[in-house]
T-cell receptor, first 112, second 113 residues
């Protein structure tokens, strides 16, 4: 059974804090993704990575950065959290392009 | 550019009734299409996918979808709804570069007894 885990299910942070969201996959997949999910907007791609130390911007990268030092781990970083970054964050992993993306359970982040 | 439109943000059916969730896509290349389901407070789970093989795709939990190129549609159906089908459903198309998925805005399915 494939598995994508996220370090926290719920997180509360203050405006201006630096926030780290961690994602780990056990599928030996090259590709990993970070999405944010907001009501009425669906999922929007923030960043993805197709290899260690490689990253590409998605549709809404502003205010975020990522880190991939090891194949199995992909971190999303909010350098200075703002209230408009309150959202559900979903991580996913995938092998070849035609293969399935597997999602983690999500981290619900509240920025006060 | 690729895009996905899900018609109806909210669909309500009675238990035992037909479920029909609509998805139309736009793609400049032969599309790879997906349906995912999200139960409350959980991540997304793959229901089924179309990758240019059979046009009628069967998935988990009794769901199926038919790829219709002429209508640019990939609607999701289930003959008889169960209470446990209540969830949010997302249609997605692989982007042109093949690097990521583009998701629709989702349809919330409610099932009443």
């Amino acid at each position: 059974d494939v598995k994508v885990t996220q370090s926290s299910r719920y997180l509360v942070k203050r405006t201006g804090e630096k926030v780290f969201l961690e994602c780990v996959q056990d599928m030996d997949h090259e590709n990993m993704f970070w999405y944010r999910q907001d009501p009425g907007l669906g999922l929007r791609l923030i960043y993805f990575s197709y290899d260690v130390k490689m990253k590409e911007k998605g549709d809404i990268p502003e205010g975020y950065s990522v880190s991939r030092e090891k194949k199995e781990r992909f971190s999303l970083i909010l350098e200075s959290a703002s209230t408009n970054q309150t959202s559900m964050y979903l991580c996913a992993g995938r092998g070849q392009p035609q293969e399935t993306q597997y999602f983690g359970p999500g981290t619900r982040l509240l920025v006060l | 550019a690729q895009s996905v439109t899900q018609l109806g943000s909210h669909v309500s059916v009675s238990e035992g009734a037909l479920v029909l969730l609509r998805c139309n896509y736009s793609s400049s290349v032969p599309p790879y299409l997906f349906w995912y389901v999200q139960y409350p407070n959980q991540g997304l789970q793959l229901l089924l996918k179309y990758t240019s093989a059979a046009t009628l795709v069967k998935g988990i939990n009794g769901f199926e979808a038919e790829f219709k190129k002429s209508e640019t549609s990939f609607h999701l159906t289930k003959p008889s709804a169960h209470m446990s089908d209540a969830a949010e459903y997302f249609c997605a198309v692989r982007n042109q570069a093949g690097t990521a998925l583009i998701f629709g805005k989702g349809t919330t399915l409610s099932v009443s007894s």
